[in-house]
């Protein structure tokens, strides 16, 4: 049996290698927004890959995706999709070779997520209706009475719309447990910094007062402190909880980190620039 600490690790490798799968994918089709993607990497590896007490954090099948009594994830934040595309791939949702076809004519992987695609429930894009459409999932299967939990992962700049607060206030009307929104916040957007553009801080004391429970997280890359964050939110009852998550848009590659001109592919220079670092980082991890 593995240990927790080896358990971390592998997280670790896991998300680096996968850091690797987005910067080729988003550089062979030209477009993606690798910063975002790069910013939720850590946390969409905790949520599919990541264990507690020797059980998946998610329930969830790829030789049966939609069954009865699985989880649901929707990526409201749809720009950071290349990091969910890796993921699934991963995961066995389809194969990996469809990632060569990332964002092309007829390709399976466009640039924002559809219900075409396997693992994917809720079609994204546009700024706030994933979030929207994860309240009514969450309200849906609270009325029938099933057990299955709906995560919503969201932008920390997507909170400037007013959908959000509108939802906000009927999840918690309808003590939507079974709903958790983790908040990717790195304080950047496709205009600069979210604090500048318009401040949605503080952003707990906001879900707090529309009546969730909020638990923060000081470091969205580390894979502890966001495994013991989902085994808290598994704990809360009556009330739906916001993860409040502090990221670094473009994690893992150093010269784009906390840059808003990286929401695109990255050059030849680069690419080859980034890619031996990670490999680097990963050859440590894998020893």
């Known amino acids: 049996m593995q240990s927790f600490r080896d358990h971390l690790r592998s997280l670790e490798a896991l998300a680096t290698r996968l850091r690797i799968d987005v910067l080729e994918m988003t550089h062979r089709a030209g477009f993606g927004n690798t910063g975002s993607a790069l910013s939720v990497m850590d946390i969409l590896v905790a949520l599919y890959f990541g264990q507690l007490h020797d059980r998946p954090l998610m329930a969830l099948d790829p030789q049966k995706p939609?069954?009865?009594?699985?989880?649901?994830?929707?990526?409201?934040?749809?720009q950071g999709c290349p990091a969910w595309y890796a993921v699934l791939a991963e995961k066995g949702f389809f194969e990996r070779g469809e990632m060569e076809y990332f964002a092309q004519l007829g390709g399976l992987l466009q640039s924002h997520p559809t219900k075409k695609i396997p693992g994917v429930a809720i079609s994204?894009?546009?700024?706030?209706?994933?979030?929207?459409?994860?309240?009514?999932?969450?309200?849906?299967?609270?009325?029938?009475?099933?057990?299955?939990?709906?995560?919503?992962?969201?932008?920390?700049?997507?909170?400037?719309?007013?959908?959000?607060?509108?939802?906000?206030?009927?999840?918690?009307?309808?003590?939507?447990?079974?709903?958790?929104?983790?908040?990717?916040?790195?304080?950047?957007?496709?205009?600069?910094?979210?604090?500048?553009?318009?401040?949605?801080?503080?952003?707990?004391?906001?879900?707090?007062?529309?009546?969730?429970?909020?638990?923060?997280?000081?470091?969205?890359?580390?894979?502890?402190?966001?495994?013991?964050?989902?085994?808290?939110?598994?704990?809360?009852?009556?009330?739906?909880?916001?993860?409040?998550?502090?990221?670094?848009?473009?994690?893992?590659?150093?010269?784009?980190?906390n840059k808003v001109s990286y929401n695109c592919a990255l050059s030849e220079q680069e690419m080859a620039a980034a890619v031996a670092k990670l490999q680097g980082e990963l050859k440590l991890l894998e020893i």
Not at 66 to 78: I, M, R, T
Request: glycine letters at 10%.
């Open 124 to 257: 994204s894009g546009a700024i706030g209706n994933g979030f929207s459409a994860a309240l009514g999932l969450a309200l849906a299967l609270k009325m029938d009475k099933q057990l299955n939990r709906v995560f919503c992962l969201l932008g920390d700049g997507e909170l400037q719309e007013g959908q959000i607060w509108e939802g906000a206030l009927c999840a918690a009307h309808h003590k939507l447990d079974n709903l958790i929104a983790i908040v990717d916040w790195n304080d950047l957007q496709l205009d600069g910094l979210t604090r500048g553009v318009m401040n949605v801080d503080p952003i707990a004391d906001k879900f707090e007062a529309f009546g969730w429970k909020t638990i923060p997280v000081r470091n969205g890359h580390d894979f502890e402190e966001l495994l013991y964050a989902f085994e808290r939110a598994f704990e809360i009852s009556r009330r739906p909880v916001a993860i409040i998550a502090r990221t670094v848009k473009g994690k893992g590659v150093s010269f784009a980190e």
């Open 66 to 78: 939609g069954f009865e009594g699985q989880d649901y994830f929707v990526l409201s934040k749809a």
